[in-house]
């Protein structure tokens, strides 16, 4: 049975699942520990821990840090890391709490920072061997093609953007004040630079002839198409006594097939004059 107590913890029967009452204003520091050795491996920080540690799980595979790597070699052993909850701290506490238990911890820990903010690593160090071991590197053409095919004819829906702008946001509520500054301040880095002409012709030979990525590419019929779809407004065909004849995707449509000068249409359009080809045209609401 859950029991909740005054400082509102829940007690599971097994010690290492110890959560924490669900409340808006409070979040939990966890361990991950070894159970080869019950040695605390990893501190982190999450609102719901159970669902943080199956994503270290899924993540992994990847073996992209220090952690990953270690929780992937306890899975080909087919062993689990141990979830512990250490505190259940309020919101505003949680970056002070967490680089608090790291130096407590520090001495065992796969942590690449010192606890607090959102940058995946601070250590100048670490960073400078990254850059390193990626200077130079260059992706395979197989793989350039599974990522162009994979992305190839995908839209994104309105509610899938409405949904990445929650997420977002309710990621960005939870950033520290100095976390906020910086990410303001990459916005502003470039605001009123400008290339210098040496630069520009740098650039410009970097991206002419063969060395501009899209030399030698054609369009194909599905990309004109969607461009076509995104840039061109619908376009509404009336007679000179404003009786409506005919709803057009693009004024470059109406033009074509009705044999009347584009430009026309677009004056009639923006009111520069009243008809067109002897119609009428008004953009569709």
Same mark, same amino acid.
């Given at each position: 049975?859950?029991?909740?107590?005054?400082?509102?913890?829940?007690?599971?029967?097994?010690?290492?699942?110890?959560?924490? =009452?669900?409340?808006?204003?409070?979040?939990?520091?966890?361990?991950?520990?070894?159970?080869?050795?019950?040695?605390?491996?990893?501190?982190?920080?999450?609102?719901?821990?159970?669902?943080?540690?199956?994503?270290?799980?899924?993540?992994?595979?990847?073996?992209?840090?220090?952690?990953?790597?270690?929780?992937?070699?306890?899975?080909?052993?087919?062993?689990?890391?141990?979830?512990?909850?250490?505190?259940?701290?309020?919101?505003?506490?949680?970056?002070?709490?967490?680089?608090?238990?790291?130096?407590?911890?520090?001495?065992?820990?796969?942590?690449?920072?010192?606890?607090?903010?959102?940058?995946?690593?601070?250590?100048?160090?670490?960073?400078?061997?990254?850059?390193?071991?990626?200077?130079?590197?260059?992706?395979?053409?197989?793989?350039?093609?599974?990522?162009?095919?994979?992305?190839?004819?995908?839209?994104?829906?309105?509610?899938?953007?409405?949904?990445?702008?929650?997420?977002?946001?309710?990621?960005?509520?939870?950033?520290?004040?100095?976390?906020?500054?910086?990410?303001?301040? =990459?916005?502003?880095?470039?605001?009123?630079?400008?290339?210098?002409?040496?630069?520009?012709?740098?650039?410009?030979?970097?991206?002419?002839?063969?060395?501009?990525?899209?030399?030698?590419?054609?369009?194909?019929?599905?990309?004109?198409?969607?461009?076509?779809?995104?840039?061109?407004?619908?376009?509404?065909?009336?007679?000179?006594?404003?009786?409506?004849?005919?709803?057009?995707?693009?004024?470059?449509?109406?033009?074509?097939?009705?044999?009347?000068?584009?430009?026309?249409?677009?004056?009639?359009?923006?009111?520069?004059?009243?008809?067109?080809?002897? =119609?009428?045209?008004?953009?569709?609401?």
């Amino acid at each position: 049975m859950l029991q909740r107590t005054e400082r509102h913890i829940i007690t599971n029967s097994k010690p290492h699942e110890q959560l924490c =009452f669900n409340a808006a204003s409070l979040t939990y520091i966890y361990a991950l520990i070894s159970p080869i050795n019950n040695k605390i491996r990893y501190i982190g920080k999450a609102d719901n821990p159970k669902v943080r540690y199956n994503k270290h799980l899924s993540e992994c595979i990847k073996r992209r840090t220090y952690k990953e790597c270690w929780i992937y070699g306890l899975l080909e052993m087919g062993i689990k890391p141990i979830l512990k909850i250490i505190e259940c701290i309020p919101m505003e506490k949680w970056e002070e709490r967490e680089t608090y238990w790291i130096k407590y911890y520090k001495t065992t820990l796969t942590n690449i920072q010192d606890g607090g903010g959102f940058s995946p690593m601070k250590n100048i160090e670490t960073i400078e061997k990254m850059r390193k071991s990626l200077t130079g590197k260059i992706m395979p053409n197989e793989v350039k093609m599974k990522i162009s095919n994979s992305l190839k004819g995908r839209i994104i829906t309105k509610e899938h953007k409405n949904k990445m702008s929650q997420s977002w946001q309710s990621r960005k509520n939870n950033y520290s004040k100095n976390d906020l500054e910086r990410l303001e301040n =990459f916005k502003k880095v470039n605001i009123g630079r400008k290339h210098s002409e040496k630069t520009k012709k740098i650039k410009s030979k970097q991206n002419s002839g063969s060395g501009n990525p899209n030399y030698g590419k054609k369009c194909t019929d599905y990309c004109k198409q969607r461009t076509i779809e995104i840039n061109s407004k619908k376009v509404k065909q009336y007679d000179k006594k404003e009786n409506f004849i005919h709803l057009w995707d693009s004024s470059i449509e109406a033009s074509c097939t009705l044999n009347i000068n584009k430009g026309s249409i677009c004056n009639c359009l923006n009111n520069r004059t009243n008809t067109a080809g002897g =119609f009428i045209w008004k953009f569709a609401a």
